[in-house]
């Protein structure tokens, strides 16, 4: 393999940039005329790449790698095209372009199977709050009452379906059938810093965690800051305060990951003991049995915490995914390819961050691949991955697909 293709895929990502609809940043959401742009440019990729090109029926753009006598299910290899606001270059996009230029590669090889590529329209959830739309619909777990969703513009999915040229009468009719699916693979840059720690160029990702999202309110009594005295008063902000580092505690104890993210003082004032307090708990393990118990535990220190204090804690589960874990045959396989590719013994590592591997792990078995990106940056216009580590994530996907050739020819 030449250097050429490791390049060509860092300068179509360097296209695919450009679609955009803020200047000087990148932000390009579901149904927008950028993500037409966007998937126009892939199109004329895929077609170079000698597959057979179609949109379906909420926007996801698609090519295949025709075999002429498919006697096993359809590969399906693929990621999003859509992003953040101000987002970086590589986050879904690259898993795309390594696909289209692997079976560029791959062109004079057949295979006893169809190979599909895809670019999912939406991941993100960015415009309309509702993340993986596109491999929902492709997985057969497409929500009818998302078309009611507005965005911000007071615009609904079924409305910006209808100007986009779909008709939302028809989202997610063409779901794939289990029996007609093999496997999904996605290759995706980590947007964490292990493999660079590693010093890895690429990962297999053993599963993605669960993930669940409360949202508490902390009450206590507001007061002159003043006047009452410290073991006189029920402040609000202070036993978030305790909670967020009993949180912190309770997952270093139990190998997991939370993020108390937002916070927020409904009626602050700098003279004022804070009376109520709004913060929110993101939590994540791998182990969904672990995740749900330990969920049950840590709710009871803070209500601990409340009681010990004199103030009343309400909590909300308002988000909830549970984990996915990738398929050991395919986990095994992509380390054959890895080792295969870099001569190393392969890295196994989660991934807590959701993909759209969790919506297609209700159609078939996924398997991931991670690609090392710098300083672990990601959904931010620092995410950087360079052109070696390209180089080897492509000769990887290549690896897979032979092995897995390999597997259906017996």
Known sequence: MTRTDSNIIMQRADELAQFTSTPGALTRTYLSKQHKQAHQALSEWMVQAGLETWQDSVGNQWGRKVSANPTQPTLIIGSHSDTVVNAGKYDGNLGILLGISALQQLIDIEFPFHVDIVAFADEEGTRFDTTLIGSSATAGVFQPDWLEVEDKQGISMAEAMLEFGLDPKKAALDAREPSEVQAYLEVHIEQGPVLEAEDRAVGVVTGIAGAKRYQFSVKGMAGHAGTVPLEMRADAM?????????????????????????????????????????????????????????????????????????LSLKSELFYEAESVPCAESLQQLWGSAVELSTKQAPLFLASGAGHDALAMAHLTEVGMLFVRCDKGISHNPREAVNVQDVEVALDCLKQMLLLLKERADG
């Open 238 to 310: 202070c036993g978030m305060a305790q909670m967020t580092l009993a949180i912190e505690a309770f997952a270093k104890q139990n190998s997991l990951v939370a993020t108390v993210g937002k916070c927020e003082l409904p009626s602050g004032s700098v003279n004022v003991i804070p009376g109520v307090v709004n913060f929110t708990l993101d939590i994540r393990s791998l182990d969904q049995a672990k995740l749900d118990d330990y969920c049950e535990a840590l709710l009871a220190q803070l209500d601990d915490i409340a009681e010990q204090r004199g």
